[in-house]
């Protein structure tokens, strides 16, 4: 009778304090969800004060008008005080529902589904998850404003070269027959907090300019210069490359377009004009020079690769100009192509680029 009066006792205690537990946690629950509901409206509040600095800016910089600025000014805060309202009334929903139940809530539990962009798989022991994996832990956090972007660059076109007291249409290489090609990567950063008419871009590509001389003619070395030379053979092919390993700095201009929601705020230059300036520096991987001919009946291919007394160091200015990723593109050496030449030579090129 005793030992019977003994375990009623603690059973009646584990109910006791098992009550008091429940009843402190859910109270904790609600205090935690009034927290919640203040901190809603001090977020929503700070965005909005976000929208109208960013609404005065552009009256300031003359993107809009007196009445514009005004009327939007009026619709962020019509805006901001509905998401107030909606999610305060979320909140004290949760709050009713929890005090209406005494903590006592039934709620779903996302065990072994896919939903949306989110997983989360476990194992329940007693009806409770005991083990979970949730795929939201790993999840790369959204950036609200992303200053700095970037691309991959390709650039195709004609090739040249500028000589010391002729015009380029005297040039001796091929006009249709001398190209290059060029490919990267850049990234993107606006400059100013709250504008992005200037941007600032940089990067690396590595670039091959070709060269094709006219006539029966390939690049020799002699006594220290490299000069262009009859062939002792007919010439099917002649070609002359330099590759680069240069770093683009440009800056650009141009409009684009304010995309804001409540998670994110985006620049967009998508079917936008935009016209960048700039320059590079680097070195030179390398020249090579290609023949093709027809030697006693044998055709020959020849893959020479020498020095050529080409310039080491490479520098010059570049600038594009254009719509969303197809841009006019223009560049040109500053380094002579040979060192130590008599007579200088600068290499040119002119193509389109594309951002993609």
């Given at each position: 009778m005793k030992t019977i009066t003994f375990y009623s006792?603690?059973?009646?205690?584990?109910?006791?304090?098992?009550?008091?537990?429940g009843q402190e946690d859910?109270?904790?629950?609600?205090?935690?969800?009034?927290?919640?509901?203040?901190?809603?409206?001090?977020?929503?509040?700070?965005?909005l004060k976000f929208e109208v600095r960013d609404i005065n800016q552009r009256l300031e910089d003359g993107n809009i008008s007196e009445?514009?600025?005004?009327?939007?000014?009026e619709e962020v805060a019509k805006q901001r005080a509905l998401n107030i309202?909606?999610?305060?009334?979320?909140?004290?929903?949760?709050?009713?529902?929890?005090?209406?139940?005494?903590?006592?809530?039934?709620?779903?539990?996302e065990i072994d589904t896919i939903y949306g962009d989110r997983m989360r798989i476990g194992l329940l022991i007693d009806g409770k998850p005991a083990i979970t994996f949730n795929s939201n832990r790993w999840k790369k956090e959204i950036k609200y404003d992303r200053r700095t972007y970037s691309d991959f660059v390709m650039?195709?076109?004609?090739?040249?070269?500028?000589?010391?007291?002729?015009?380029?249409?005297?040039?001796?290489?091929?006009?249709?027959?001398?190209?290059?090609?060029?490919?990267?990567?850049?990234?993107?950063?606006?400059?100013?907090?709250?504008?992005n008419w200037l941007r600032f871009?940089?990067?690396?590509?590595?670039?091959?300019?070709?060269?094709?001389?006219?006539?029966?003619?390939?690049?020799?070395?002699e006594e220290g210069q490299t000069v262009l030379q009859e062939f002792e053979y007919d010439l099917d092919k002649s070609k002359f490359r330099m590759d680069n390993l240069v770093f683009p700095v440009h800056f650009e201009v141009g409009p684009s377009k304010l995309r804001k929601t409540e998670r994110t705020m985006r620049y967009s230059i998508r079917d936008q004009f935009r016209l960048g300036f700039g320059g590079y520096g680097g070195f030179s991987l390398g020249t090579r020079q290609k023949l093709k001919y027809n030697r006693d009946g044998e055709n020959v291919k020849d893959k020479l690769?020498?020095?050529?007394?080409?310039?080491?160091?490479?520098?010059?200015?570049?600038?594009?100009?254009?719509?969303?990723?197809?841009?006019?593109?223009?560049?040109y050496d500053l380094n002579p192509i040979f060192k130590d030449a008599e007579v200088k030579q600068n290499n040119i090129s002119l193509g389109l680029r594309f951002d993609i």
């Open positions: 006792t603690i059973l009646l205690l584990f109910l006791v304090a098992h009550s008091v537990w859910y109270q904790k629950k609600i205090e935690a969800l009034k927290i919640e509901k203040q901190r809603i409206i001090e977020q929503e509040k700070d965005a009445n514009e600025a005004r009327m939007l000014k309202e909606n999610r305060v009334a979320i909140v004290e929903n949760q709050i009713a529902l929890l005090e209406r139940n005494k903590g006592d809530v039934l709620t779903l539990r650039a195709i076109g004609l090739n040249n070269a500028i000589i010391e007291g002729q015009s380029l249409s005297d040039s001796p290489y091929k006009i249709g027959g001398s190209r290059f090609f060029e490919m990267g990567w850049q990234w993107r950063t606006r400059v100013f907090k709250n504008s871009n940089y990067g690396f590509s590595f670039q091959f300019n070709g060269l094709k001389p006219d006539g029966n003619r390939i690049f020799v070395q690769k020498r020095d050529y007394n080409s310039s080491d160091l490479i520098y010059g200015v570049s600038g594009y100009m254009g719509f969303d990723g197809v841009l006019l593109y223009l560049k």
